[in-house]
């Protein structure tokens, strides 16, 4: 959706290198999740975040909430090749009344390769 | 184990022979989704489901259909298929969108369905 923006659409980083992988909705944020994805497989989720300010990590990922700019940003620290996947964001809008829209809009993916 | 099975994982039809793709989940969840990923397009939602007996559409409806007549099952249906719904197909599960610490959404493995 062009109401979830995700970039870059893709990366290439040298092993050991950090990266940043950014989500920007241009609605209101209910909640705002991470996934990873294999290339054909399934989604894996990593983290959803909900609170502004608030910063989760899984092992060497770290996630973040910016309120304001109702954006996310996916850090990760010293990459490895086992990182190399498609992340996407998805967002949980707010509604009319404040709670959850009721589904998840997903975008349209980073795809991440990591150089050994 | 916790799991979203899906079936088949891989279909291969011509045009307008009616076909189901099979979803089903053991952790009791009440939210359920059925998406479609394509190159380009990334992941776009196509019904999901709030609960039992209740579907609504997701972005890209057309040309499927759902029922919800167990909480455990959520078939995707395809009444005349035709070549541009070749793509890969998740469903996934929740305990419900907008429960915080229980909305992590879980991903089958995913149908590929080629439509010739």
């Known amino acids: 959706s062009q109401e979830l923006e995700q970039s870059p659409q893709s990366l290439i980083v040298q092993e050991g290198k950090n990266l940043t992988i950014n989500c920007t909705s241009s609605k209101t944020l209910y909640g705002l999740y991470w996934y990873k994805q294999k290339y054909g497989e399934g989604l894996i989720f990593l983290m959803m975040l909900q609170k502004g300010g608030e910063e989760k990590s899984h092992e060497k990922i770290t996630a973040k909430l910016d309120e304001k700019k109702q954006q996310s940003s996916l850090h990760i620290t010293a990459s490895q090749p086992s990182h190399a996947g498609i992340y996407l964001c998805?967002?949980?809008?707010?509604?009319?009344?404040?709670?959850?829209?009721?589904?998840?809009?997903f975008g349209k993916g980073t795809k991440l390769s990591v150089k050994p | 184990e916790a799991q979203v099975t899906q079936n088949p994982r891989y279909l291969i039809t011509v045009t307008g022979k009616k076909l189901t793709v099979t979803c089903s989940q053991n952790?009791?969840?009440?939210?359920m989704s059925w998406y479609r990923q394509d190159p380009g397009l990334g992941l776009r939602q196509i019904y999901y489901?709030?609960?039992?007996?209740?579907?609504d559409k997701g972005d890209v409806p057309e040309g499927y259909k759902v029922s919800r007549k167990e909480k455990r099952n959520f078939p995707l249906i395809l009444e005349s298929p035709s070549p541009n719904q070749t793509s890969l197909y998740f469903c996934a599960s929740s305990f419900g969108s907008g429960r915080a610490g229980k909305d992590t959404q879980y991903f089958g493995p995913g149908t590929r369905l080629t439509v010739l």
């Open positions: 998805g967002a949980d809008w707010k509604s009319d009344y404040g709670g959850s829209q009721g589904n998840l809009i």
């Open positions: 489901s709030m609960n039992v007996e209740v579907t």
């Open positions: 952790m009791n969840h009440e939210y």
